[in-house]
């Protein structure tokens, strides 16, 4: 009803890093308000598209295409040089969201499986976490580690 009343969608201020609606609803694990969200023609980053498992826009930004424009997809999202660091914290999101495909592409470019991130917890916690079950078992199959016991404790160092 806001975005009809003309709300931007694109307004920054959010509780995520001061991001948009959609950095708020990615962040928070509010799934059907992202994919809402996407349907207003809320624009995506890596870490967005990532999460929410949207495979061909994560590849356009890895590869540097203009993602194609569709009843998903906002035209025009900028594009910049993708670090290490942007490939294994949308790998982590990956991972939180459950999407195995995105997943392995992002390892397949360099991602680091091991990366502590989010609330201290490596890809393979986030997995387990989320109870995203073909993801966790891909993960130990590639020797991913994981820093959280099954009670919530932090082992040291991964």
Known sequence: ALVAAGADIEADGAVIGGGTPLADARG??????AHRLLGLG????LQD???????DRVT???EGARVPQNAHAAPDIEQHDITRHDLT???WGACRGGHLAT??????????PDWIGYDGMTP??????????????????TGARRRRTGTGETRGPA
């Open 28 to 33: 928070f694990g509010q799934w059907r308000a």
């Open 42 to 45: 809320a624009r995506t980053t």
């Open 49 to 55: 598209a990532a999460t929410l498992g949207l495979l």
């Open 60 to 62: 356009s930004y890895v």
């Open 89 to 91: 914290s949308a790998f």
């Open 103 to 112: 997943a392995r592409y992002l390892l397949e470019r360099g991602a680091d």
């Open 124 to 141: 393979l916690d986030i997995a387990v976490e989320a109870g995203a079950v073909d993801v966790a078992e891909w993960l130990r199959g």
